[in-house]
């Protein structure tokens, strides 16, 4: 995870790659640093604790931020604690290179013993700096240009890595190197400034020209001249790629919210439409996905869809099943990816693996899609981040169009990705006659009111705050939900556990009685989802069970409704919709439930302790 962002061009580096830092905190936030090149002499700051408190001890020593040349990271620990002197950068012996890694050095032990052997000295526990002093130790052994002894370097290296070496004898040049960890380069106006970063936003105010770096790619950043790009295994150059971002600075912004993770529940209907937009057209009954559209026949002839993916994205992926065998009847599997690359699966080329990932960068997702196509399924990418390496290593794909999620905690990511599914499975139930042209139209139509809901929705934001009051103590909650709704249950849930650290489980309503309902007494709130469609009178039966338990009972119930009220301590009441809708609808109060209480615990909202917004490690 971590964030890294660099600079060298003709600017003032320190700004540059301080506010980089700002905007990449989302990835890793227990500690930081910087490395500043005045022209002599490199300059490192480091600490423990945020970006913020970096910048408290440069902000006042001027000396800290002179120069044109500049790297910058913030980290999630993975090899060594969170402190100052394993904070990144990290120097080589001689004090002459310097790194910024995002990754794993997995054979670090034995590259540091070898180090060791020929006289280095380790200042960090962390394998960061085996990796700088392997790449000084190849430098010197070979008497070649840093390009090459990072080439070299890193052919010895078993892990992942996204890096930004610089080195303070040849000042101007920068490397980076990519496997398995994200890395963008901007390019300013004819090569004369390039930005680094783990992901463009520091640097959309600057340049929308990047280069995203392939796997096994290395590139040498020189001032006035052409990236040059070459494999790293291979040793061959070749042609960078350059893209142009469409995103926005405003998009990046808080836009006038407290937190990104408010503002990200509350863009929900705008990004539930930007996501639907020119793929439903409802009038006419008709769904376009050139990403299915190009390979209906592999969704048609598949003997089983198996959906893969990490936390609030497998969520989604639980109602994609319900979706998908409910309208397309197509056999569909649930797998958490990270067991799924270790379990030996069947997988054959009959299958259709749909991948779902909010960043694009989940390292087990990824590694789960390239088990799925060496046994020749094809897959199909969900993703929010565009140009991400899950987007890349799918055969084709839809993006999910939320705009940038930057809430360590997913909220509208989880409805979009909820969104292109229904639009999946609609498709394919089209496609198989399963559902009439009428039915799909009414089911559009009911879609497209979807958004407007959620409007409504978010205006009882402050009944939600007086709920959130009553329960913020509780040490142990419980989600229960049925059919569609039990997936939102478990997301729930999420919710809660990442942003409030309040232990909460979520459950299949029926469930409860095998187990959870020992935990029930006068001091557990329990959630439930009640709305009228869908196994209504039963959930009804578990509020009772739990009620003669004396559980508190907090119930999301549909407008209008009656019977819950009555034994519920507290309703939320959703608008009417379909019931393979309701997921929409019904995971809103949730996120606003967590919201408010992780606010009133005083909790990070956004960044979450030992959390990461993509989780680019195993
Ligand atoms: O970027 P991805 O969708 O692949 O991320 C998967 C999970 O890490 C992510 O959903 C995580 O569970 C969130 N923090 C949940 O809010």
Not at 69 to 96: C, E, F, K, L, M
Not at 287 to 296: A, E, L, P
Not at 443 to 448: N, S
Request: some cysteine; hydrophobic content about 40%.
């Amino acid at each position: 995870m971590c964030g890294i962002t660099g600079y060298i061009g003709y600017r003032d580096a320190y700004p540059i790659v301080m506010n980089g830092l700002k905007r990449l905190e989302y990835r890793g936030y227990d500690s930081s640093g910087i490395m500043m090149f005045d022209g002599k002499n490199i300059l490192l700051s480091k600490t423990k604790g945020k970006v913020s408190d970096l910048e408290a001890i440069t902000e006042n020593e001027k000396e800290r931020k002179v120069g044109q040349i500049g790297i910058g990271h913030t980290r999630w620990a993975t090899h060594g604690v969170p402190n100052d002197i394993n904070s990144h950068p990290h120097t080589s012996q001689s004090g002459n290179l310097v790194v910024v890694h995002n990754g794993i050095i997995e054979n670090y032990d034995t590259l540091r013993k070898e180090l060791i052997s020929r006289g280095y000295v380790f200042k960090s526990d962390t394998d960061t700096e085996v990796l700088i002093n392997l790449i000084e130790e190849v430098k010197k052994n070979e008497q070649c240009m840093l390009g090459k002894a990072v080439q070299l370097a890193l052919n010895n290296v078993i892990g992942a890595y996204a890096i930004a070496v610089f080195d303070q004898t040849k000042p101007d040049e920068i490397i980076v190197a990519r496997l398995g960890s994200p890395i963008a380069i901007g390019i300013g106006k004819e090569n004369s400034e390039f930005f680094i970063a783990s992901d463009a936003s520091p640097f959309i105010e600057y340049t929308k020209n990047a280069i995203y770096l392939e796997d096994e790619e290395l590139a040498i950043i020189k001032v006035g001249r052409d990236i040059k790009v070459r494999k790293i295994k291979d040793d061959i150059r070749v042609d960078a790629n350059i893209q142009k971002l469409k995103l926005s600075l405003d998009q990046i912004e808080k836009g006038g919210y407290d937190n990104f993770m408010l503002k990200e529940i509350h863009e929900q209907p705008k990004a539930i439409i930007d996501t639907y937009r020119g793929r439903m057209l409802a009038d006419q009954g008709i769904i376009r996905m050139s990403g299915i559209d190009d390979h209906i026949n592999k969704f048609l002839n598949a003997d089983r869809i198996i959906i893969i993916a990490c936390g609030t994205s497998w969520h989604a992926g639980l109602v994609g099943e319900y979706l998908i065998e409910d309208k397309a009847r197509i056999p569909v599997e649930v797998e958490y990816a990270s067991e799924f690359r270790y379990r030996n699966p069947v997988i054959t080329s009959r299958d259709v693996v749909i991948a779902i990932s909010q960043s694009g960068e989940t390292a087990d997702t990824l590694a789960a899609i390239k088990l799925a196509k060496s046994k020749g399924a094809f897959v199909f990418g969900i993703c929010n981040v565009v140009g991400s390496s899950i987007a890349r290593e799918t055969h084709a794909g839809a993006y999910t169009h939320a705009g940038p999620e930057i809430g360590v905690a997913s909220t509208k990511a989880f409805t979009t990705q909820i969104t292109v599914l229904t639009l999946i499975a609609l498709k394919l139930a089209s496609k198989k006659g399963e559902i009439s042209k009428s039915e799909l139209r009414a089911f559009m139509q009911e879609m497209k009111l979807i958004p407007k809901k959620i409007e409504t929705l978010l205006k009882i934001d402050d009944k939600v705050k007086e709920i959130a009051a009553v329960y913020k103590d509780a040490k142990n909650c419980l989600y229960l939900g049925r059919g569609f709704n039990f997936p939102v249950a478990l997301e729930g849930a999420l919710k809660l556990k990442e942003i409030s650290y309040i232990h909460a489980e979520g459950y299949p309503a029926a469930e409860m009685k095998h187990g959870p309902i020992a935990l029930i007494d006068e001091n557990m709130p329990i959630f439930v989802i009640a709305t009228n469609k869908g196994h209504y009178e039963k959930v009804v039966s578990n509020i009772q069970e739990i009620k003669s338990r004396s559980g508190k009972i907090i119930a999301i119930v549909t407008e209008g409704d009656t019977q819950v009220k009555e034994i519920a301590d507290h309703v939320i009441e959703i608008p009417e919709t379909e019931e393979a809708l309701a997921p929409l609808l019904t995971t809103i109060p949730f996120q606003l439930l967590s919201y408010h209480i992780a606010v009133m615990l005083n909790k990070n909202v956004d960044q979450p302790r030992n959390l990461a917004k993509s989780v680019t490690v195993e």
